[in-house]
């Protein structure tokens, strides 16, 4: 696997969203939905500046490829983007939630089951085939979910929910590649916005006064949205979704070991196994990719010998 600027980052959009409960713990007083709407309203203000103070060209570029695209085409852009947006607002509802008011490993499980279940979706919806190593990875995964529902059944539900929401939002953004991701990005954080506002009157707490909320707050809108989102996004631009899906379970194994080693979650033995297993499911699903030279270092040989 040549690594190059795509595969430097995806790692790198993955390794910073490993320690997102770093910035994200310190909040758990407040409730999910008003951490929800500040990430939401303070990411799109800043993304919004960014665009217009350095990007106005791109932005008018972009514009003119819409206005030139056949009705067909638009309408596709518009429902893949915002689309997205719903997903991906959808998802950090669900992740803050989950981080802050079950557990650090029922996050961290979820992006660990996320890259098989996008596959599984894709199958279904954008009619990619699975090899038969693959089937066999989905199913030692679906029995890994099982064992780990055993008395935790509400870690695995809203693991479940969590990854299902990314899952979408990377499969319904596979094909939504005809504008500049970051302005993509900035309309379905807009989009997402938009949505929440109307809920923001009657569902919000108080106003944070404390510095603590807007300096967390500040990290997660910087270093674990707007940077982690686009890197994610530019890398889809030069690497197949397999590369990225490798890349993927940095994030979940940074976030086990923080829960493990830094928050002191306890994890029982059929958790670890059943961890272990995912594992196996990871390298099972990625053989062709994990044990490429090899394979073709065998059929160059066979090539030879005929």
């Known amino acids: 696997m040549r690594i190059n600027k795509y595969y ?4 790198s959009a993955f390794f910073i969203w490993g320690f997102f409960s770093l910035a994200l713990k ?88 996320c890259p098989i279940l996008t596959t599984v979706f894709a199958f279904f919806m954008l009619k990619e085939k699975l090899s038969k190593w693959q089937w066999i990875a989905v199913t030692i995964s679906v029995f890994s979910c099982i064992l780990l529902s055993f008395n935790h059944f509400e870690d695995i539900f809203y693991s479940l929910i969590t990854a299902a929401t990314y899952a979408l939002y990377l499969v319904s953004q596979r094909k939504n590649s005809e504008l500049d991701k970051f302005l993509v ?3 379905q954080l807009l989009f997402a916005a938009i949505i929440l506002l109307p809920f923001y009157p009657n569902y919000s707490g108080a106003i944070p006064t404390e510095p603590l909320f807007y300096g967390c707050l500040l990290v ?16 889809l631009n030069g690497i197949n979704s397999s590369a990225v899906g490798i890349m993927i379970y940095i994030n979940p194994i940074i976030g086990f070991l923080l829960a493990i080693f830094y928050y002191n979650e306890q994890a029982t033995y059929l958790q670890l196994f059943s961890y272990f297993l995912i594992l196996v499911s990871i390298a099972v699903f990625n053989e062709k990719l994990i044990f490429p030279r090899k394979l073709k270092a065998v059929s160059s040989k066979m090539e030879g010998l005929k």
């Open 185 to 187: 990005l900035t309309i």
């Open 26 to 113: 310190p909040l758990h007083n407040y409730p999910s939905l008003d951490i929800l709407f500040y990430r939401v309203f303070f990411s799109v203000v800043v993304m919004v500046l960014i665009n217009v103070a350095f990007r106005r060209k791109v932005m008018q570029q972009n514009w003119n490829h819409f206005k030139n695209m056949t009705t067909k085409k638009r309408k596709n852009v518009v429902v893949l983007t915002l689309g997205g947006g719903l997903f991906l607002s959808s998802n950090w509802f669900v992740f803050i939630y989950v981080m802050n008011h079950v557990s650090v490993k029922a996050a961290s499980l979820a992006y660990l089951i």
């Open 8 to 11: 430097l980052a995806a790692f």
């Open 220 to 235: 997660i809108v910087v270093f674990f949205t707007i940077i982690p989102l686009f890197l994610n996004l530019y890398a």
